[in-house]
């Protein structure tokens, strides 16, 4: 028997989350079984955790978007036991049962080894997030960064607190978004060089062009705050979109695509192909200051969950929540 958060859904529609025994029959098909040691807490996991925000389909349900975790039995050969593992996406903790549970059955194909210079515990506190943050990093430099400030949307947040600090350990000077004030302090530790209101990003403009002020974006907002950082990127600069904090709609034009060259980057992290993966959590193992990423890190247990989820969806969650799957 293991513990794990299990999500039911009672006659009248409503979901309930609390920590149950279960039994290795009752997990799902799947090639690998792993030990789950560690675990964090996503904007999806808060969806998972309560309404389930058309996320998840079948109950109960073990939510848990990505885990971290010792390979325990394995019919693939990639794998054998004893073996450290990662993993995200693949619509794990949304479709099928994810990282909530002291074990996980998954596939192969699903699984990435921990690379050397990171521990499992190391590799949550990255998380989906942070594997996110890579890949946008990654999208920026494929296509060039241009002299200035890169600025982050969302920074306090998971994907904006590690962006952050990768792009400052990379020589970058950082531009920090935040609608907190109160974490501008904790932006700095990370490699922020400066601080940006959110209300100064927040106004919609009828200008299509302003300043040229970024030499590259990641945003984790999206909406109205997107289509205004547009107009305000370098000639040929780019912008890696993570998110949609602040709405699914881009209220923009295409003038700063045509006369400035812009580009807007959209980066999936559930689909990734393998070698993908691979090659950002070798960068994040390489480029990521774990000294810094320690700083980030939020301690949390299976039974802590349940407030987390509600704490996450109101965007009151700040670096990386890692939840101790192993001991909870």
């Known amino acids: 028997m293991f513990k794990a958060l299990v999500v039911n ?26 030990a789950v040691e560690y675990s964090t807490v996503n904007y999806k996991d808060g969806l998972c955790i309560g309404p389930g925000g058309g996320l998840v389909r079948n109950y109960p349900h073990v939510p848990g978007i990505d885990f971290a975790g010792t390979v325990e039995t394995s019919d693939d050969p990639r794998y054998a036991a004893g073996d ?18 002291q074990k996980a059955r998954v596939k192969a194909d699903w699984l990435v080894p921990l690379p050397k210079g990171l521990d499992t515990r190391q590799a949550m506190a990255v ?48 531009a920090a978004v935040t609608g907190r004030p109160e ?11 400066q601080i940006v209101a959110r209300e100064e990003l927040n106004e919609t403009t009828k200008r299509p062009l302003e300043a040229e002020t970024w030499g590259g974006c990641i945003d ?76 980030m890190i939020v301690p949390a247990t299976l039974a802590d969950l349940s407030s987390l989820g509600r704490d996450i969806l109101k965007g009151q969650v700040k670096g990386r929540v890692v939840v101790d799957v192993a001991g909870s």
């Open 127 to 174: 998380g989906t997030a942070g594997f996110t943050a890579m890949l946008a990093v990654m999208a920026l430099e494929d296509h060039g960064i241009k002299d200035g400030p890169v600025l982050v949307t969302g920074a306090a947040g998971g994907v904006g607190s590690v962006a952050t600090a990768i792009l400052a350990n990379l020589g970058h000077q950082v």
């Open 220 to 295: 984790a907002v999206g909406g109205e705050m997107l289509a205004r950082v547009l107009g305000q990127m370098k000639y040929g600069a780019s912008v890696s979109a993570v998110g949609l904090a602040g709405g699914a709609g881009l209220p923009a034009t295409v003038i700063p695509f045509l006369l400035r060259g812009v580009n807007l980057l959209g980066i999936d992290s559930v689909m990734q192909p393998f070698e993908a993966r691979q090659r950002a959590w070798q960068r994040i193992a390489t480029n990521l200051p774990l000294a810094k990423l320690e700083d």
């Open 9 to 34: 859904k009672d006659d009248e529609g409503k979901t309930h989350a609390a920590v149950e025994e279960l039994s290795l029959d009752q997990l799902p098909a799947g090639d690998v079984v792993v």
């Open 84 to 101: 450290k593992v990662v993993l995200t996406g693949w619509r794990v903790g949304e479709a099928h049962w994810g990282g909530y549970g």
């Open 183 to 193: 974490t501008g302090a904790y932006l700095e530790s990370l490699g922020a060089s």
